[in-house]
């Protein structure tokens, strides 16, 4: 479980993680976004709330998770859970299936959020970010990876990035708390360049290399 606030980083490292070592990211964001450009009925539900920067509600959530989990393991969930609600089923599911899991905890301070927030670029197909200034595609633009189109998130605006940074402190930072109490955690130093976050997660995890950190 990749635990942090927008801007954090956690998409940036579960795509190095899974590229390198084969797990396989789950993203609530990429997954919201993906039913709201498909609009299904979770998609037009979701939109409202993603664009005021408010969370989407937890049942939805909680039920779009269990679905995408249904077979899998070895995978990094990032982006969830995201309020007390969503960690008790997370926590539940887990145990309905004998898996265990590690919640890193992405250490940062709000000073640098804005800045990678507002020059990220993402590809809408795969989820893969760039930064603009900090880890910019070869060409402008464009993914490295698969040549798509790379865009800027409407929710990445400034004004709605407040919101959404405000949503964080009110309902996500209890879950540090609550999984320093009741899990297995580690604490990642965040603020570094790209390279040195991805050496301090595995450091701290050291079976991530095998698949199976968690
Ligand atoms: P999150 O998934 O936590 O919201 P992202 O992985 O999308 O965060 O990263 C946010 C932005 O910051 C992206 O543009 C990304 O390229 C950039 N970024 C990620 N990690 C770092 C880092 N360690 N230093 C500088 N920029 C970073
Ligand atoms: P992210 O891509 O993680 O920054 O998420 C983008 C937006 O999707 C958030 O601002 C929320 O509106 C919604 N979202 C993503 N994950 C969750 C979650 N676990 N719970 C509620 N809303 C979520």
Do not use: C
């Not at 698969?146 to 709605?160: F, I, N, S």
């Amino acid at each position: 479980m990749f635990l942090g606030p927008p801007g954090a980083g956690k998409g940036t490292q579960a795509k190095i993680l899974e590229d390198r070592f084969g797990y396989r990211q789950i993203s609530t964001g990429d997954m919201l976004r993906r039913h709201r450009s498909e609009k299904t009925a979770l998609g037009l539900e979701a939109q409202g709330y993603m664009d005021a920067g408010k969370l989407v509600p937890d049942d939805l959530v909680i039920r779009m998770v269990e679905a995408e989990l249904a077979n899998v393991e070895n995978v990094i969930v990032d982006g969830f859970p995201r309020t007390l609600p969503q960690a008790e089923a997370f926590e539940a599911l887990l145990a309905s299936k004998r898996l265990k899991s590690v919640a890193v905890i992405f250490d940062v301070d709000n000073s640098v959020l804005i800045e990678r927030i507002t020059g990220r670029w993402s590809n809408p197909r795969t989820g893969r970010v760039y930064h603009e200034k900090f880890n910019p595609p070869k060409v402008a633009g464009i993914d490295d990876e698969d040549g798509g189109p790379l865009v800027q998130r409407p929710d990445d605006a400034a004004d709605v990035v407040a919101k959404r940074l405000a949503e964080y402190d009110e309902k996500t930072t209890p879950l540090i708390a609550y999984f320093e109490k009741s899990g297995a955690f580690v604490h990642v130093n965040a603020l570094g360049a790209i390279a040195d976050v991805t050496r301090a997660i595995i450091a701290k995890l050291p079976d991530v290399d095998s698949g199976s950190a968690a």
